[in-house]
């Protein structure tokens, strides 16, 4: 198990790094009211207006909180997977229990993110400029609304990441079948390979449930009555409908497919190469 929480944190922290720029064009888009009529419109008016290192705005918390989020992902994946087949309905029902269990640990660190991101873009309740950094972000909510406010989308991250890992994991296990050779396993399989079908799980895993991400991030950035906008998860999707149509259901979500295959390739096959070292390792430690 501390090989899968290893494996997961590097993996992490290098899909934060090549995914960070086109995150932060997702949650621009995503938010009501946004200026921008698309994901280039974004990404350039962005670089124009607030220079290159605007893209990599919020990146400290999930830099900082992903390495211990990915380590949990993969970590309790690997635990899971104890109980459960070697099938991909077994990587399914594993992936599932994952990603009920490890929203405690998403929902403030996509929180903090979520607030630098979109502090000072024309959002109504984020005008100003008030969070400095992710730590100070969280002590800041807390602060201003207490400790409860700081989970505040916990639900939606239960319902986006429930059926979304077990979509993540499941669709990995069986696009790596049709490329694992007769009698071998994914060992057998070249990186390029690995980036390939970890990418495409990235992108199927999103592409499910995308309308609960873009209601979670709203609970997020503009909050639940009294103090927020939003009276419920149903009333901001009926809000959104009303003020919007059904083109919320799809705000930003260019973005986020052209991020999600770099960034999951990135993961699954940096995870997976850690994975076949180590083990190769072992091996050739117990051959001596």
């Given at each position: 198990m501390a090989l899968d929480f290893g494996a997961g944190c590097l993996g992490g922290a290098a899909g934060v790094v090549v995914g960070q720029p086109f995150d932060t064009v997702k949650v621009r888009l995503q938010v009501p009211k946004a200026s921008y009529r698309g994901v280039f419109?974004?990404?350039?008016?962005?670089?124009?207006?607030?220079?290159?290192?605007?893209?990599?705005?919020?990146?400290?918390?999930?830099?900082?909180?992903?390495?211990?989020?990915?380590?949990?992902?993969?970590?309790?994946?690997?635990?899971?997977?104890?109980?459960?087949?070697?099938?991909?309905?077994?990587?399914?029902?594993?992936?599932?229990?994952?990603?009920?269990?490890?929203?405690?640990?998403?929902?403030?660190?996509?929180?903090?993110?979520?607030?630098?991101?979109?502090?000072?873009t024309g959002c109504p309740t984020q005008n100003t400029r008030r969070y400095k950094g992710p730590i100070q972000t969280i002590l800041q909510i807390r602060r201003e609304s207490g400790t409860k406010s700081c989970f505040r989308g916990l639900l939606g991250v239960v319902l986006r990441d429930m059926p979304g890992t077990a979509i993540y994991f499941g669709s990995f296990s069986f696009l790596n079948q049709f490329f694992i050779p007769e009698g071998g396993d994914i060992n057998s399989l070249r990186p390029a390979t690995l980036l390939f079908t970890g990418g495409l799980a990235g992108m199927l895993s999103w592409a499910?449930?995308?309308?609960?991400?873009?209601?979670?991030?709203?609970?997020?950035?503009?909050?639940?009555?009294?103090?927020?906008?939003?009276?419920?998860?149903?009333?901001?999707?009926?809000?959104?409908?009303?003020?919007?149509?059904?083109?919320?259901?799809?705000?930003?979500?260019?973005?986020?497919?052209?991020?999600?295959?770099?960034?999951?390739?990135?993961?699954?096959?940096?995870?997976?190469?850690?994975?076949?070292?180590?083990?190769?390792?072992?091996?050739?430690?117990?051959?001596d």
């Open positions: 419109h974004c990404f350039t008016t962005m670089v124009k207006e607030e220079s290159i290192f605007s893209l990599y705005k919020g990146m400290t918390p999930p830099l900082l909180g992903v390495a211990f989020q990915n380590a949990i992902l993969f970590g309790l994946q690997g635990y899971f997977r104890r109980f459960v087949d070697d099938s991909v309905s077994g990587e399914m029902i594993a992936g599932a229990l994952t990603g009920a269990s490890q929203a405690i640990v998403t929902a403030p660190i996509e929180h903090a993110k979520i607030k630098l991101q979109i502090q000072g499910a449930f995308y309308p609960i991400d873009v209601i979670k991030t709203r609970i997020q950035a503009e909050g639940l009555q009294p103090h927020g906008r939003y009276a419920s998860y149903t009333d901001c999707a009926v809000v959104s409908f009303k003020e919007e149509g059904y083109t919320w259901m799809t705000r930003g979500f260019g973005a986020t497919m052209l991020r999600a295959f770099p960034v999951n390739a990135a993961i699954f096959a940096t995870v997976t190469l850690i994975y076949r070292y180590m083990r190769s390792q072992s091996s050739d430690e117990y051959d």
